[in-house]
């Protein structure tokens, strides 16, 4: 059943031209159908119910699709269904078969507009109107005995299905249709061309090429309804019906080529979606352009540490799904590996279109994603690794000036006391030792001082890089040249750089260099020449302070460069 | 002469103002932290202020930013920073926006007391000071094509006691020369660095000091 049913509308839709063609040449005595009242007319409708077979057929295929599918078949078989009861000559339990059909022309459309449009009393309203309309067609052909009917102009000589007739029953039951129809058909008009126009820009994308044309053939068939209400003798050849007829078929034809649209621009989709196997990386970028939804966002999930990060690993919060924004998860092989975040117009036709493929180019991002989080936390500890380090150190640096080397100067001071009543006392050797022992206590707070300074320079923090950098050459046993911008940078990178000219610098005197020359330069490029023997390996702890602010490092025989991302 | 002393560990305050009691200068205020010691300069107008460097909250340059207000606002108050950092930024500093009446000197000189008073003195006479150690580094740094070369041994003393602060007269006196000799010696390193002299024994310091700090380092818009 399931493989035969696409084809079931292509074979029904080539008895229908059969019968549309027989059914012209029959009409002897005035038209009985409006295929026969021109070469044009018979082309038109023949294109209206064709163009909307032959897309429901291929509409059938696509799950996506099937139910608007279905609806067009139903269009087309009723849109047929006027040929058929017009074809004198014909089979008399068809054209019977198809007068039964003609009251249904508005069901289809209006509930292809319902379905696109969620509404709910759009829905409710096109459900019971569907339902009055189905009810009303079931009776009148069971009670209109077409001889009897003073409006008759299709099938006048025909027998029908009438079980009883009841001509003054029929009357009022063509009202109910009709005023049904009416009604049905400019809620359809109104309520599709609204969802069209409010709707946001996906929306319109995704579902304009069906509800426009499905809601003009809501709007024609009302008018047709009016004009049957107003002139029941309906006479194809007069201007109004005729008008009307052109009108019907235009729109109908219009919902199979809109249908059509929708069906290949999927098949685009779906081939545009399994490529992305072949654009490893690019899978947001791919799907945006696949739905035409640019505001496409896919986030990876990280079952190690219960996260979503983005593409390059970054955190990233899942927003609850709103009526605007959905959220569709994405699982394979039974396990979630990420989610999409896209407009809510896409939802249910998104998870349907990624096949297997899409799937698994979807868990590779998804590992790209996981190592390149991990490589970031990796990055983050090592930095926050080092700033400890660097807090640390200047703590200690604070507690030696404040602890150790205060008590120092207070040594000094009594020891300076105790001399000056030495002296006056006359104790020579007494004096003496004093004084040995000043100048034991003066050299103890200068090497003080120059542990201080060397576990971290105060001057760094308080006055910047190029300062620090100019004590550091005014100390250094080598000439240190200096170019070096007064920009001030993030106090990690400040030390970071610090600590490199020291740590190239103490290389350079290794190596027998006689001058260095260094020069840091803004956003943040740092160069470190001398003119030593060849250097046989790189700076391991050089590069590991640069490497620690995601920098990098390149290492000549006499050179070495650095360069940090400074935000 | 009445001097007030800024620092913020008690040890050390006392400890100075013990050696200046003994020494008879007038202690007529003690301050913790920059804002006491502002507000006691206000009250008291003393003849000079001993500020500690470090001082609260930060521990780090409130007293070269006291010291900076207290020149600003009270001309006739000579400041003298005391520091334990051999930082010749720092005392740049100090000097550049006021280069007369103030001193910047190493906290261990503090307990030689001579050497103290002259520092005080000094500065209250409108001369300025700059601590041996920070001189003596800056002239003796590596250099590649050293611009203090073409300088005799003489001259390279002279310099060094020109950027200690020290008047003609004060170097004539402390190298047992004639005052017109440190004079001769003065515009002959002048020349050959390339100075403008000055008559003004302040400017001097502070043109002294810049020119032996500022090869090293590159201009602020030198950026590459």
Redesign the interface.
């Known amino acids: 059943m399931r493989p035969l049913a696409p084809l079931l509308p292509l074979a029904y839709a080539a008895v229908a031209a059969l019968v549309v063609s027989a059914a012209r040449g029959s009409q002897l005595e005035g038209p009985t159908t409006y295929a026969g009242i021109s070469t044009t007319a018979f082309a038109v409708d023949l294109a209206a119910g064709l163009a909307l077979l032959v897309a429901a057929s291929a509409a059938i295929r696509v799950p996506t699709t099937a139910a608007a599918g279905r609806l067009a078949v139903a269009a087309g078989v009723v849109w047929f269904a006027q040929d058929w009861e017009g074809w004198s000559g014909g089979p008399t339990l068809v054209r019977a078969l198809g007068a039964a059909a003609v009251p249904l022309l508005i069901v289809s459309p209006a509930l292809l507009v319902a379905n696109a449009v969620r509404s709910q009393w759009l829905r409710m309203a096109v459900g019971t109107g569907t339902a009055a309309i189905i009810f009303t067609a079931i009776v009148r052909a069971l009670v209109r005995d077409p001889l009897l009917d003073p409006y008759c102009w299709r099938d006048c000589v025909s027998r029908s299905l009438v079980v009883h007739a009841e001509p003054s029953l029929v009357r009022a039951l063509d009202r109910v249709w009709l005023g049904t129809t009416a009604a049905l058909g400019i809620v359809g008009l109104f309520g599709g061309c609204e969802a069209v126009i409010r709707g946001r820009a996906a929306f319109r994308r995704l579902r304009a090429p069906i509800l426009v044309p499905a809601a003009l053939a809501c709007g024609a068939t009302a008018g047709y309804a009016v004009a049957l209400l107003r002139r029941p003798l309906e006479q194809p050849r007069s201007a109004e019906y005729s008008a009307l007829f052109f009108t019907r078929a235009s729109a109908f034809a219009a919902v199979g080529a809109g249908l059509l649209l929708v069906v290949t621009r999927g098949q685009r989709q779906r081939a545009a979606v399994s490529r992305l196997t072949e654009q490893l990386g690019e899978v947001p970028n791919a799907l945006a352009h696949a739905f035409g939804d640019p505001s496409v966002q896919v986030a990876y999930w990280l079952s190690a540490s219960g996260r979503f990060v983005d593409d390059e690993g970054r955190n990233i919060d899942v927003p609850a799904p709103t009526t605007e924004r959905a959220v569709t998860p994405i699982i394979r092989s039974g396990k979630p590996v990420a989610v999409v975040m896209h407009d809510a117009s896409l939802t249910g036709s998104l998870d349907r279109e990624l096949g297997s493929a899409a799937r698994l180019a979807i868990e590779n991002e998804q590992l790209r994603a996981e190592v390149r989080a991990q490589i970031d936390s990796l990055r983050r500890s090592r930095m926050r690794i080092t700033e400890r380090g660097d807090a640390e150190r200047r703590r200690l640096e604070r507690d030696l000036h404040d602890g150790a080397q205060q008590r120092l100067l207070a040594l000094s001071f009594d020891l300076r006391l105790a001399r000056t009543a030495a002296e006056n006392d006359g104790d020579e050797r007494l004096v003496k030792t004093l004084s040995t022992a000043i100048g034991e206590a003066q050299t103890a707070l200068e090497e003080l001082r120059e542990l201080a300074h060397g576990i971290y320079p105060a001057v760094l923090t308080e006055a910047g890089l190029a300062t620090a950098l100019t004590t550091l050459a005014d100390t250094a046993p080598l000439p240190v040249e200096l170019t070096v911008t007064h920009e001030r940078f993030d106090a990690p990178v400040e030390a970071a750089l610090y600590v490199v000219v020291r740590e190239a610098t103490d290389d350079a005197v290794l190596r027998g260099a006689t001058w260095t020359s260094v020069s840091v330069a803004g956003r943040v490029t740092l160069k470190v020449e001398d003119d030593g023997v060849q250097r046989s390996r790189p700076l391991i702890h050089v590069a590991d302070r640069i490497g620690a602010l995601g920098g990098a490092t390149e290492f000549g025989p006499r050179s070495l460069r650095a360069e940090v991302p400074c935000a | 002469m009445r001097v007030i002393v800024a620092d913020d560990?008690m040890?050390?305050r006392e400890?100075i103002v013990r050696?200046l009691r003994e020494a008879a200068i007038d202690v007529v205020a003690q301050a913790g932290d920059a804002n006491e010691l502002l507000r006691y300069v206000g009250l008291t107008h003393p003849d000079a202020a001993i500020i500690d460097i470090?001082m609260p909250p930060t521990?780090?340059?409130e007293g070269l930013v006291a010291a900076h207000q207290i020149r600003s606002e009270y001309p006739s108050v000579s400041v003298l920073v005391l520091s334990?950092?051999?930082?010749?930024?720092?005392a740049l500093?100090l000097l550049e926006e006021h280069p007369e009446r103030v001193g910047y000197l190493l906290?261990?000189r503090?307990?030689?007391?001579a050497s103290l008073v002259d520092a005080l003195r000094r500065v209250t006479d409108g001369e300025t000071v700059v601590d041996p150690t920070i001189v003596s580094?800056?002239v003796g740094?590596?250099?590649?094509d050293d611009p203090l070369s073409p300088l005799t041994a003489r001259e390279r003393e002279v310099l060094e006691l020109i950027a200690e602060g020290l008047s003609n007269n004060a170097i004539a006196k402390r190298l047992y020369v004639t005052e017109r000799t440190v004079e001769a010696h003065s515009k002959q390193i002048f020349q050959k660095l390339g100075l403008q002299t000055s008559p003004d024994s302040h400017r001097r310091v502070l043109a002294v000091l810049t020119y032996l700090?500022a090869p090293?380092?590159?201009k602020?818009n030198?950026?590459?």
Request: net charge positive; aromatic share 8%; hydrophobic share 30%.
């Open positions: 560990v040890l050390t400890g050696l470090r521990h780090t340059d334990q950092y051999v930082e010749p930024s720092y500093r906290k261990e503090v307990y030689d007391v580094r800056l740094r590596s250099r590649r700090r090293a380092v590159a602020p030198d950026v590459r």
